[in-house]
């Protein structure tokens, strides 16, 4: 069975300027053709099944599809971006909703037209059938007045901050736990 790491999805944002992986797992020893915004190549499983292609570094763009292909599998992935993508790590204090913050209201309301998308990474301490099915079930969140509350506030400004210097969509990978180690 065909598969990509979890933080590949809808609405994903993959980092402009840079080369970009993408892997996954499928039947060992098999081709897997990755394909964005006219820009191909092909892998294959390993032993144990994983692969990873990588594709060439592009500028910042928008309304991108990616496609993954193995044998008669084919996975897509619609509305992916290429901007800036950010890793927010920390405590209670990334943590912290925007909606607890200053100015939550008014940042909620805003929040629809800067462009800024989100994945939580999900919390599950082992790995496990509760580890897989979280993974299964996260993904890439656009901000909207919706679900811009719920996404940590440090890492909300801090996007926004960037968003409105570049130019450029802006993603965050929220992987924070209050009270944990960085382990």
Known sequence: MLTTAAVFSDHMVLQRGKPIPVWGTCTPGEPVTVTLGGEKRTAYADQQGDWMAVLPPMDSREALTLTVRSGPEELRFSDAVL???WLAGGQSNMELPLRDCRDARREIRLSAGRNIRFYTVPRCPTEGPEWE??????????ASPDTAGDLSGAAWFFA????????????????????????
């Open 83 to 85: 901007g800036e993508v």
């Open 133 to 142: 099915s979280a993974q299964r079930d996260s993904r890439w969140r656009a």
């Open 160 to 183: 926004v901050q960037i968003a409105e210097a570049l130019q450029v969509p802006v993603g965050i990978i929220n992987c924070c736990w209050g009270g944990t180690s960085v382990s």
